[in-house]
């Protein structure tokens, strides 16, 4: 090696990382070094792949299957790196190389998926498998390589392969241009309060964010509001300027439909054209039939039936509270129909008439400190899981913190990384990755997990406090990193989080239910001036509060859905005008014009920054269908801690990762397949599911 140059040399992805965790080096990886060490861990990989592909001896599932599971090491580093930076601490650098390298990326998975000589081995092995003695665990992955090569056009005649590789490229530019475009548009716009009376309405603490959010876009002693729905939501719900919610508003709802260089309109006809056409080339009438076949769900009738069955209560809840709402505007002597600008605030105000519940009142019993310790503290209570936090491992931004975890005898169960604040270089959202998946192929190797958050930072000194929607986010993504952290199976293709779309919402929005649990409030929910514990009547007015304007929450989320499956449905979707059919869409669902849909095509990251969950947005009320009967096996025990039903969750779904079918998965766990009532009861539309 010694013709590299010093430059070369000082790549951090070529060096073996520090014990005892080899965590990236971050202070030391600069963007240049990204392209050199993509493009020798690629070339690594295809070595490895055509190894395996060009060997004599007959496929087994050691020589083939094995030593894929083991390929490609190399470069599942210098992704999930960069993918982590891309999300959470992104600049105009990292976002060229973004560019470049996601069709080198998506060309790349093509070369493996579409190799003849490779599909040819697995395809044998598939079709041997009752002689091959597998294990259970080995089975399920021969089957998940045989159904994903299939699935990425393998066996197909050499011109649709080489369309379908050319579709695949071109689609992963696209995902990347878009999300690229939505965070552009956030960055370029920030509502600032210049004068005392814009600020009518807010409390102290969305005061402070906005002070904070503006001196973190360089403009100290101002207020900013910006588009990360952490800034934006408690401003249109507690601002009294009708005329900056409405602009603020308009902003929020034009992300990526502007018009200009950032305008994403004509980038989702051409994905969704796309998409089909790659669904058809593999033998599927529509992209949603392709998504939905290797889903729980199945169908797209399925999906259909379940958004059908919520979609009716949660709509007549939403026109019921809209009366409500506008009886309200009407007794403030306001000469207007409410507007979608307008629901947030009102329903504010009908929250504390209705709940006696003010968000300014909860607030300083939700800092989050005292939350991060409720979601470890849950997590000691069900799985024996101790947290200890670490200030000498490399972070890619000083917010950071990281936390050693290990499990009920002491061992070591991972690293938990939380990166919790909204800043300007950072995507908009909650996520969960990994830094490293679990596996124990060649001797134990624990998981690197990640939840990134976008709360608004409180000021200089003060605790950060949080809404009770934040916790629950902050619960919710935590339910993802013990998916990945509890992981305990051999091979890396199916650890930890790598299961179907509508199965993986299974533990995050399960965990959601701990924080509405009153034992763990009473402990964990203090005044972070006084210590004192939330009041006992407060804390039952906020449970109370639960199921205060789901209708609006569910109609927002579904009409979502409905579209991001319409959508993968139309028969030629590269006609399309995204808003127009969108329009469409909600005009046939009466959808209220009150409110608005959670996330607009135009910025819909979830199916257009890559395909996570295109025709798959479904997928949070598919699981939480799972999570809300699954939450009722705790509560039918009498003990929300039950240890017999916690182990059950162990070992069934959260250690199990993707070793299992995800129904077979759920039978074990529960006795039985779940069905839509508890989701009904939990959004408190009951009544309406018994008719
Ligand atoms: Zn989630």
């Known amino acids: 090696m010694g013709s590299l140059k010093d430059s070369e040399h000082a790549n951090p992805f070529l060096d073996v990382w520090a014990p005892p965790h080899e965590t990236p080096p971050f202070a030391a990886i600069r963007p240049e070094h990204f392209r050199p060490a993509f493009d020798s861990a690629m070339a690594d990989h295809i070595g490895e792949i055509e190894a395996i592909a060009s060997q004599t001896d007959n496929p087994s599932f050691a020589n083939t299957i094995v030593a894929l599971e083991r390929s490609g090491q190399a470069l599942d580093r210098v992704s999930s790196v960069f993918h982590a930076l891309a999300g959470a601490h992104t600049n105009d650098a990292l976002m060229a190389i973004e560019r470049e390298m996601s069709p080198l990326l998506a060309a790349h998975r093509n070369r493996i998926h579409l190799h003849d000589g490779l599909y040819a081995r697995i395809k044998t092995l598939w079709d041997r498998r009752a002689a091959l003695e597998l294990t259970p665990e080995q089975a399920r992955v021969l089957e998940r390589y045989a159904v994903t090569f299939r699935r990425a056009g393998a066996g197909l005649p050499a011109a649709a392969k080489s369309r379908v590789a050319a579709i695949g490229e071109r689609l992963a530019a696209l995902g990347t241009a878009f999300s690229q475009n939505v965070l552009a548009d956030e960055q370029a716009y920030a509502l600032v309060l210049d004068r005392e009376e814009d600020l009518d309405g807010l409390s102290e603490g969305v005061r402070a964010a906005a002070r904070a959010a503006a001196a973190e876009r360089g403009m100290p002693d101002k207020h900013a509001i910006t588009l990360a729905r952490s800034s934006i939501e408690p401003f249109l719900r507690s601002s009294a300027r009708r005329d900056l919610r409405e602009k603020a508003y308009g902003a929020w709802i034009a992300r990526g439909n502007g018009g200009g260089a950032t305008d994403n309109k004509a980038i989702i006809a051409e994905t969704v054209g796309l998409r089909a056409e790659r669904a058809r080339l593999i033998g599927y009438p529509t992209f949603a039939h392709y998504r939905l076949d290797d889903a729980m769900a199945k169908t797209p009738e399925a999906v259909r039936a379940l958004l059908d069955r919520v979609w009716s209560p949660a709509r007549a809840r939403a026109m019921a509270d809209r009366d409500s709402l506008q009886e309200l505007v009407q007794q403030e002597g306001g000469n207007f129909d409410l507007a979608a600008w307008d629901w947030r605030y009102y329903a504010e105000k009908l929250r504390k008439v209705r709940c006696d519940i003010d968000a300014a009142e909860i607030a300083p019993y939700l800092a989050l400190d005292n939350m991060i310790a409720a979601a470890f503290d849950t997590a000691h209570r069900l799985f024996g899981l101790t947290f200890r936090e670490l200030h000498d491992v490399p972070v890619w931004h000083a917010d950071v913190r990281v936390w050693e975890v290990s499990g009920p005898g002491g061992q070591f169960r991972g690293l938990f990384f939380g990166d919790y604040f909204a800043r ?209 096996a705790f509560r039918e025990t009498g003990d929300v801690f039950d240890p017999a039903t916690a182990a059950r969750l162990r070992d069934d779904i959260l250690a199990a990762g993707g070793s299992r079918d995800p129904g077979e998965a759920y039978r074990a766990f529960r006795g039985r397949l779940p069905t839509a009532d508890a989701l009904l009861r939990k959004r408190g539309f009951a009544a309406a599911a018994t008719g």
């Open 424 to 632: 300007s270089s950072k995507r908009s959202g909650a996520w969960m990755t990994t830094l490293r998946t679990q596996r124990k192929l060649d001797g134990e190797l624990r998981p690197l997990v990640i939840n990134v958050m976008n709360f608004a930072k409180a000021g200089e000194g003060e605790p950060t406090l949080l809404s009770f929607d934040d916790a629950r986010t902050l619960f919710h993504e935590f339910g993802h990193a013990l998916h990945a952290l509890m992981s305990d199976v051999t091979f890396p293709m199916i650890s930890g989080t790598r299961v179907a779309t509508d199965f993986v919402e299974l533990p995050s929005q399960l965990y959601e239910h701990w924080l509405e649990q009153p034992e763990v409030l009473r402990r964990f929910a203090l005044h972070h001036r006084t210590g004192e514990p939330i009041p006992e009547d407060l804390l039952h007015r906020l449970l109370a509060a639960r199921t205060f304007d789901q209708g609006f929450a569910t109609v927002e989320y579904v009409a979502s859905a409905l579209v991001d499956l319409a959508l993968h449905l139309a028969p030629e979707p590269d006609k399309i005008d995204p808003v127009a059919f969108e329009a469409d869409v909600l005009a046939r669902i009466g959808m209220p014009a009150e409110i608005g849909m959670r996330h607009r095509s135009p910025h819909f990251l979830h199916v257009f920054a890559g395909s996570g969950y295109a025709a798959g947005y479904y997928s949070y009320m598919w699981s939480e269908v799972l999570d809300a009967d699954a939450f009722e």
